[in-house]
């Protein structure tokens, strides 16, 4: 079991970014309305995630850290019904098998919570502790335990990096949540909540990116996309630029990056890329988003038919541009 632990730590918990998504997918199921992550040496020494969401129930505290306890999977046929981000009751095991973890969390408003400590997997505390209703999970020393997995880590600004990478696509995804980030005490983001996507793009990207904005809002029986795409005067953006948001998680997709690229590179110079959060809702039986563990690849069942809506859509935006 502990070995197991280790292994699936391997495919989940790459890197501390992998840590903050994971922690930070959970307190959105929660049902969160904000969600602070404070982290120290770029996440190696230290990551702190706290929400407001729903808590976990005392006799649940432990369970949440055994492997697959708490899969919300019943069956083959309910990974195409997938509406919240986690499903497969492997991060929390995963990240205590790798590294020393303590959760602070409350489900009621009485203050009376729960503490646990967990280091490589080992339970050694587990006692009523006070605590506002909500969750406070961290994850300190990350790796300790596995030098040669630690051996990989690239330096703090990598690691970084890679963590508000990851923090701006999920606040970009949420805007409904107000997150914060601080990396040694300095802030580095901070969302208002409320849902208004413009004032997170201005808090990822600059007021001026967000002043640059298009509305993109369209819909056909099968899907309906939303967001805002970079006016084709706007040069600042690059290819990094472009979030691709299905069911509340950003996405990676190679056939919808091409036609987002096609539909720019129509009107504007191939060396140039938009600034882009687009959100795409289908019904859940058209996406198949248990491709990767890390479960950022996805699969749509008429891809085809949703390239060309896509890139139909978005060149009317641009166009009506009067370039
Ligand atoms: P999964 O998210 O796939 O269910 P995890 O290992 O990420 O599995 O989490 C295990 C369980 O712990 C979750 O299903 C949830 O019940 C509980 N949990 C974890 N983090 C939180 C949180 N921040 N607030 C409430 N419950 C949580
Ligand atoms: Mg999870």
């Known amino acids: 079991e502990h070995i197991a632990n280790q292994i699936a730590a391997g495919e989940v918990v790459e890197r501390p970014a992998s840590v903050v998504k994971e922690l930070v997918e959970n307190a959105i199921d929660a049902g969160s309305t904000r969600i602070e992550v404070s982290i120290e040496e770029g996440g190696l020494q230290s990551i702190k995630v706290k929400d407001n969401g729903f808590g976990i129930e005392p006799e649940d505290c432990e369970t949440a850290f055994y492997r697959h306890a708490t899969s919300k999977i019943e069956s083959g046929r309910d990974l195409f019904q997938i509406t919240s981000l986690g499903f497969r009751g ?5 990240i205590a098998a790798v ?35 909500g969750t406070e999970m961290t994850v300190r020393e990350l790796f300790y335990n596995t030098p040669a997995r630690l051996k990989y880590m690239k330096s703090i600004q990598t690691e970084l990096g890679h963590i508000s990478d990851a923090m701006y696509r999920m606040a970009l995804a949420h805007p409904q949540i107000s997150f914060t980030l601080r990396h040694n005490g300095n802030q580095l983001l901070q969302t208002l909540g409320g849902g208004d996507l413009l004032q997170v793009i201005a808090a990822v ?9 298009l509305p993109v809002e369209a819909e056909d ?30 996405i990676r997709s190679g056939g919808l990056n091409a036609a987002i690229m096609r539909a720019y590179h129509t009107l504007l ?7 882009l959060v687009l959100k795409l809702d289908m019904h859940p039986s058209l996406v198949d988003v248990n491709v990767h563990p890390a ?3 996805v699969r749509f069942s008429k891809e085809n038919e ?18």
């Open 269 to 275: 110079p191939i060396n140039r890329y938009p600034l």
């Open 205 to 213: 990207y600059g007021t001026s990116a967000a002043k640059a904005m």
């Open 99 to 133: 590294a020393k973890v303590s959760l602070l969390t409350a489900s009621s408003d009485d203050g009376k919570g729960k503490l646990l400590e967990i280091e490589g997997g080992k339970l050694m505390v587990n006692e009523p502790a006070p605590s506002g209703r």
């Open 306 to 323: 949703l390239y060309q809506f896509v890139e139909q859509e978005l060149r009317k935006v641009l166009l009506g541009e009067n370039l």
């Open 221 to 250: 029986p099968d899907y309906r996309i939303s967001g805002y795409i970079s006016r084709p005067e706007w040069t600042r953006a690059n290819r990094n630029a472009i979030t691709t948001i299905v069911g509340g998680r950003y």
């Open 90 to 94: 492997e991060a929390l095991p995963s």
């Open 295 to 297: 479960k950022l690849e």
